[in-house]
């Protein structure tokens, strides 16, 4: 079996934490994020590697799943997969198999110990990730996903990078951006940021992980 990651999954281990409420009060900050209409499909990227991105995707999916709406993670990150290990899930059918050996779709989301969570895993990894997220294969999972489900939330690889999350955002209604504390630059994730905007996303917001209590007084300070 995968090995899983050491307490990816606070928000169901520990539900009272303080970090657990962090992901609930974001759940609510994606929620209010349009006023028009439900958020049903979210991508979450980082600037840079190490971000914590996929930890982010699995707690906030939890979040969601909690209050009784039915949640599909896709990992989108071919690259460097992570929603096998974090749910200790099988890796042999997911996402590049539906699309490339056209396996059937049910066969390649698999249910967690989570209510109403499913995860679709990355399946092999291919040669080319970015077009496989920007074929027609993967706007036609994607809608029907969106029609099955109250939400969808793909994980991508980071932006400055590689090109995928770029290359995603037409397949969803919006980004959510995970910013380590003390990780990437405030050169990069202005960087990054503007890499969304060159591409017309809509980003729903960003993330801070990892801070320390010292860490969010200066941020507020700052903001002030």
């Known amino acids: 079996m995968p090995t899983t990651l050491k307490w990816p999954l606070i928000t169901k281990e520990n539900p009272k934490s303080l970090i657990a409420e962090s992901y609930k009060g974001l759940r609510t900050n994606i929620d209010f994020s349009r006023l ?57 059918i997911g996402l590049s198999n539906v699309l490339f050996d056209k396996d059937d779709l049910s066969k390649a989301i698999q249910s967690t110990r989570t209510l ?65 504390a003390g990780g990437a630059s405030r050169k990069d994730i202005v960087k990054a940021t503007a890499s969304l905007e060159f591409v017309g996303a809509h980003v729903l917001g960003a993330v801070l992980n990892q801070a320390s209590r010292k860490t969010l007084s200066t941020a507020y300070h700052e903001e002030q």
């Open 36 to 92: 028009d209409a439900k958020v049903k499909s979210i991508i979450v990227t980082s600037a840079t590697l190490g971000e914590g991105k996929s930890t982010t995707v699995a707690n906030l999916a939890i979040a969601y799943a909690e209050t009784g709406r039915s949640v599909l993670i896709i990992d989108g990150d071919l690259r460097n997969p992570a929603m096998h290990r974090i749910f200790n899930i099988s890796n042999s």
């Open 116 to 180: 109403n969570l499913s995860v679709m895993t990355s399946g092999a990894v291919p040669p080319n990730p970015s077009e496989i997220l920007g074929s027609k294969r993967m706007e036609a999972l994607m809608d029907e996903v969106k029609s099955e489900y109250d939400l969808v939330i793909l994980d991508t690889p980071p932006l400055l990078p590689f090109t995928d999350a770029q290359v995603a955002t037409p397949l969803c209604e919006g980004v959510v951006m995970v910013i380590k």
